[in-house]
């Protein structure tokens, strides 16, 4: 599955392999009330078609006409756009934030790098691509590549942003494979849960030993592996990029599941069950030889306290959980009473 951003490098690719005039525009700092976040891309072509968004149309097009000029000059370009909150809607930001797009000429040698990016996502493996904004050659870092410990950091806490390195200001942009969600238990709260995980753009996987459960006319269109979780997860391959939510409210499908999941890079491990089946799952994994360490990263009851009652009020808290956990951001009011 092919996430936006792959998706507007793929067409950048795309032109770029071709020959054709083309430029890619890119998120590369933003303040306040962004409407997109650091890394977003938009490609312009010499005839003005464009793919992609850095502002989800506010200022789009500014930037395609920075970008011919990049086309025809071949200099790169960095603009900033953002006003207070009062005048917004008159500059083009109504979210009232402030955005830096930096612009450059696309040629031969991005390609190749483009084409680099694309084989370690499809690998689900994150990789860096690192641009001067002053101009010069883009480079590429894989995590076992080596380079600047600046650009190791940020492709090891897998964030895009601005790093200085001897003086120069380069954007460090952390190209991520698809987020995973791997439902074990196909549960009703499942079914509604994996529409959601779709839609938000992750790649959804149900697990489930009793085939009944996991049926295709129950999951239309998505990825169903009817095995034990001790076998597909391992199969499946958990890393950082990955959410695991354990619904089946079976303990010997979830506790297989957890344990699995707890020893893992997850960046997510959540079980469905009240407050006290929980307290029993604890003492079990426990038992089982989970350390307290491991038992501490368990998101359960699952989900946000939002009063959810119904299967997809469930899978909406569930899914705002990941979402939170993905971004790795507190809810405002938590954020409050912290400050």
């Not at 650091?38 to 003005?48: F, M, R, T, Y």
């Not at 450059?104 to 691509?129: F, I, V, W």
């Not at 604890?282 to 998101?299: F, I, K, N, P, T």
């Amino acid at each position: 599955m092919l996430t936006d951003e792959s998706r507007i490098l793929l067409q950048a690719e795309g032109w770029a392999r071709e020959g054709r005039g083309a430029a890619l525009a890119t998120v590369v700092e933003t303040f306040g009330s962004a409407p997109r976040p650091l890394g977003s891309h938009l490609v312009v072509d010499e005839s003005g078609a464009f793919f992609g968004s850095v502002s989800g149309g506010c200022v789009e097009a500014d930037v395609v006409i920075a970008a011919l000029d990049a086309i025809e000059s071949g200099a790169p370009r960095l603009l900033k756009f953002g006003v207070a909150d009062e005048t917004a809607w008159r500059a083009g930001l109504p979210c009232g934030g402030v955005i830096s797009v930096h612009i450059e000429k696309l040629g031969p040698a991005h390609a190749d790098l483009l084409a680099a990016m694309r084989e370690e996502h499809g690998s689900r493996r994150a990789c860096l691509l690192a641009t001067a904004l002053d101009g010069g050659a883009p480079t590429f870092l894989r995590r076992d590549s080596g380079g600047p410990p600046a650009l190791l950091e940020s492709l090891a806490r897998g964030g895009s942003g601005i790093v200085e390195i001897e003086g120069e200001r380069i954007f460090a942009y952390v190209h991520r494979p698809p987020t995973r969600l791997v439902i074990v238990g196909a549960v009703h709260v499942g079914q509604a849960l994996a529409p959601m995980g779709r839609l938000a753009g992750f790649d959804v996987a149900i697990i489930d030993p009793r085939a009944a459960f996991a049926a295709p006319e129950r999951f239309p269109g998505m990825t169903l592996i009817a095995s034990w979780p001790e076998e597909a997860l391992p199969m499946l391959g958990l890393d950082r990029f990955t959410a695991v939510a354990a619904l089946s409210h079976n303990p010997r499908i979830d506790d297989a599941a957890l344990r699995v999941a707890l020893a893992s890079e997850c960046f997510y491990v959540g079980a469905l069950g009240s407050v006290a089946s929980h307290a029993r799952r604890m003492e079990r994994l426990a038992a089982q030889g989970v350390d307290a360490r491991a038992l501490g990263r368990l998101h359960a009851p699952i989900g946000l306290d939002i009063g959810a009652l119904s299967p997809a009020e469930i899978a909406v808290a569930i899914m705002a959980e990941i979402v939170m956990a993905q971004q790795r951001k507190p809810l405002r009011a938590e954020a409050q009473t912290r400050g």
